[in-house]
């Protein structure tokens, strides 16, 4: 080996074979170039794998509008009240939760086990699968604009559609999604909503009808009807205050329950933000600080999700100082690459 060649950085295969049928000044240009794709490479393999994902997010947004199968919906209420963050334990049945003038609270309920004929009690729905299952129900019915939707018939189907890979066993996430389904079919919401003068309160069992219990094989066809049926009450919410979001986007942050809640959040926040806006650290803990006792500690949580958000939205508007977090005005369907869809 010459000493040009013990010197050459270190290129991967397909890069170094690049340079075999090159000389002179060509190949010193190739190189050049070759050297700076190498070094994004061995960049991105440092990176940990939702770093990577959020990075290759960025780049899908930035360079791609969202078409009509990425735009999908959640009720807003649900999204800005949300869910719990953690599994409550079996003792806990009940969750409420406030912001603004919505309030969600949610009963934990039965379900009628097929291998023993009884009912049995199912937990809160928590997490972020059941956010996505929950976002996935929602997209159905404002696409297909019925209470009644069809929906995938097996479950590996119908995990791939919310973007994951189908595993089984006790970690699988087959598992993980029966669990938080039975949770969310058995489970009863009361939506409350106030304009200042006049309450609606709207008591829902969002599930109506559904066969929820589920196969444990992930090549097993799921045993459940193709078609859900959802409480027509909250159908008709839903139409009126649907919550747009892109899923290739919210996809970057599915391992994250606080991540989804906060880009759900954003999302709504930045639409109506018409002037320099301060929210105060004790209303983002009380918004986004469930199960985090110190002040100091959330800070530190929520800083690290707010740069997980510019991560993949680098021109978000928002800062964080000593106050809260600051808003500016901003279009935010250039910021988050989608925007609202009239339904009718």
């Not at 490479?41 to 290759?56: C, F, G, H, Q, T």
């Not at 018409?274 to 800070?299: D, H």
Request: include cysteine; proline fraction near 6%; aromatic fraction near 6%.
């Amino acid at each position: 080996m010459s000493g040009a060649d013990a010197s050459m950085p270190k290129l991967d295969p397909d890069l170094a074979v690049k340079l075999q049928p090159l000389h002179g000044e060509f190949r010193d240009v190739m190189l050049r170039n070759l050297v700076v794709i190498q070094e994004k490479r061995d960049a991105a393999k440092a990176l940990s794998p939702v770093k990577r994902r959020r990075i290759e997010t960025r780049e899908l947004v930035a360079s791609k509008r969202a078409e009509e199968a990425d735009r999908h919906h959640i009720h807003s209420v649900i999204a800005l009240c949300g869910l719990p963050y953690r599994d409550p334990g079996t003792g806990v049945r009940e969750h409420l939760r406030e912001y603004g003038k919505s309030s969600l609270a949610i009963q934990a309920g039965y379900l009628k086990d097929p291998s023993t004929g009884r009912m049995t009690p199912q937990g809160l729905p928590y997490g972020p699968k059941a956010r996505l299952l929950m976002l996935h129900i929602c997209t159905m019915a404002i696409r297909q604009r019925r209470a009644e939707i069809e929906i995938a018939d097996s479950m590996s189907a119908f995990i791939r559609d919310l973007g994951f890979p189908v595993t089984g066993g006790d970690r699988g996430t087959l598992r993980q999604f029966k669990e938080q389904l039975n949770r969310l079919a058995a489970s009863r919401m009361q939506i409350g909503l106030w304009n200042g003068d006049a309450a609606t309160t709207i008591n829902a069992q969002p599930i109506r009808s559904f066969d929820i219990w589920l196969p444990q094989d992930a090549g097993q066809r799921m045993l459940w009807s193709s078609t859900l049926r959802l409480d027509t009450e909250f159908f008709e919410s839903l139409r009126q205050h649907a919550l747009p979001v892109d899923i290739r986007a919210l996809r970057a942050f599915s391992q994250s329950a606080r991540q989804i809640d906060m880009l759900l959040w954003l999302g709504y926040r930045m639409r109506s933000v018409s002037r320099r806006y301060v929210i105060t650290w004790p209303t983002l803990m009380e918004q986004f600080g469930a199960n985090v006792a110190r002040p100091r500690k959330f800070k530190e949580m929520f800083a690290d999700d707010l740069a997980a958000m510019k991560d993949v939205f680098p021109t978000l508007p928002v800062e964080l100082g000593p106050d809260g977090i600051t808003l500016r005005p901003c279009d935010p369907e250039q910021v988050f690459s989608i925007g609202r869809k009239r339904l009718t």
